[in-house]
């Protein structure tokens, strides 16, 4: 059963720079110094401080989003995929691993699905997957779980827990989608951990 998602629900890759170093031509001088010599450097340092400042501003930024986690607490492995515009490798998740990628926007479809199969190819070959989606705004996360073509956790305890208490929690008591709306919110800097084969549902 396919959940009722938020708006867009399912809506940075950074390459290193090269740094070529090239050797430094050998100018020759005139005995009167142009007004240049002295603004240019003076330019290059109010430059080189505004990125600095830049940098300093950028990285409370980054370190306040939460992650959304996978803990794998079945007896056999499962294979997940982070689907968005495009579709990442395949992540085999051992019994007792856990997988963590941080929240982050897709420029496409917005949001972010963690899609999980019991088949190292079950996203291609119409197995049932587990669908564990959010979308990352600005002020909050969304997430919710949700699955299509039947279910591989019939039976098993599945939860959706977080590091801050004041998330709701999801829980699916037998492995299979309860009745209405699994969409929930919470702040952009908790970590959400879906856990499969999970002891029992939160208090």
């Known amino acids: 059963m396919q959940s009722l998602c938020a708006p867009n629900l399912y809506k940075d890759d950074f390459s290193p ?6 050797s430094r031509p050998q100018y020759h001088k005139s005995s009167t110094a142009s007004s240049t010599d002295t603004v240019i450097p003076h330019l290059k ?6 990125a600095a400042v830049a940098i300093t501003a950028l990285a409370p930024l980054a370190s306040a989003v939460g992650n959304a986690k996978v803990h794998n607490n079945c007896a056999a492995p499962f294979y997940l995929w982070s689907v968005g515009s495009s579709v990442s490798n395949v992540h085999k998740i051992n019994p007792g691993e856990t997988f963590s990628e941080q929240f982050h926007r897709d ?3 917005g949001g972010i699905a963690l899609k999980i199969t019991r088949q190292s190819d079950g996203l291609y070959n119409g197995s049932p997957q587990l669908i564990f989606a959010y979308t990352l705004d600005p002020s909050q996360v969304w997430y919710d779980l949700s699955t299509i073509f039947g279910t591989d956790f019939q039976g098993q305890v599945l939860t959706v827990t977080s590091n801050n208490e004041d998330c709701p929690t999801i829980c699916w008591p037998d492995g299979t989608q309860p009745a209405g709306s699994q969409v929930k919110t919470c702040e952009p800097n908790s970590d959400q951990t ?3 084969c999970a002891d029992e549902c939160p208090a």
């Open 194 to 196: 879906l856990t499969l």
């Open 45 to 50: 340092m109010h430059f080189t401080s505004l």
């Open 17 to 22: 720079l090269n740094g070529i170093s090239k």
């Open 107 to 109: 420029a496409v479809t």
